[in-house]
């Protein structure tokens, strides 16, 4: 059985995922933020395994990681989808320092600890058996065409797009591949948060 790892999994593209997936068999870690979304999504596919991930916590990543090691049991992770992500509308001119900051916190730095914690199961660490896995880093369109009030998401994924292309490279040498997925307008609650 594949195994995937999917942060920002309580609602949009995250949850979604996690119910396809877990729907074709895979064993789903779900990461959310809040105990009562690990509970829908229970209520939404029992084979889908809530994990505390908030990607700007590193103790909780760390503590994600070693939950899936175990589970795995000796075993390569299939995947890594790095999905978790605010967006904050407003002018650059006037938005707040901190809200820009807290973009990146979230929809780049905490992309990039989720990715070098988990790079081991995917392939790194060359004692486990499996194929190597990959990363899936969800993006936007955002991350080629920027566009007015949404300077600081788009400037996050704008980022994602360079980090996937780098980890794309580097990580060949380990049979790990990296993908950059970019929707179009997607109606989640993302805009609405």
Known sequence: MKTVVITGASTGIGRATAEYLAAQGWQVFAGIRKEADGAALVDADDRIKPILLDVTQPEQVDAAVETVRAALDGQKLAGLVNNAGIANMGPLALQPLDQFEAHFSVNVFGLLRASQAFAPLLGMDESLEGAPGRIVNITSVGGRLSA??????????????????????????????????????????????
Request: charged share 20%; aromatic share 8%.
């Open 148 to 193: 007015p009030f949404l300077g600081a998401y788009t400037a996050t994924k704008h980022a994602v797009e360079s980090i996937t292309d780098s980890l794309r490279r580097e990580l060949v040498l380990f049979g790990i591949d990296a993908i950059a997925v970019g929707p179009g307008a997607v109606k989640t609650p993302i805009w609405d948060k």
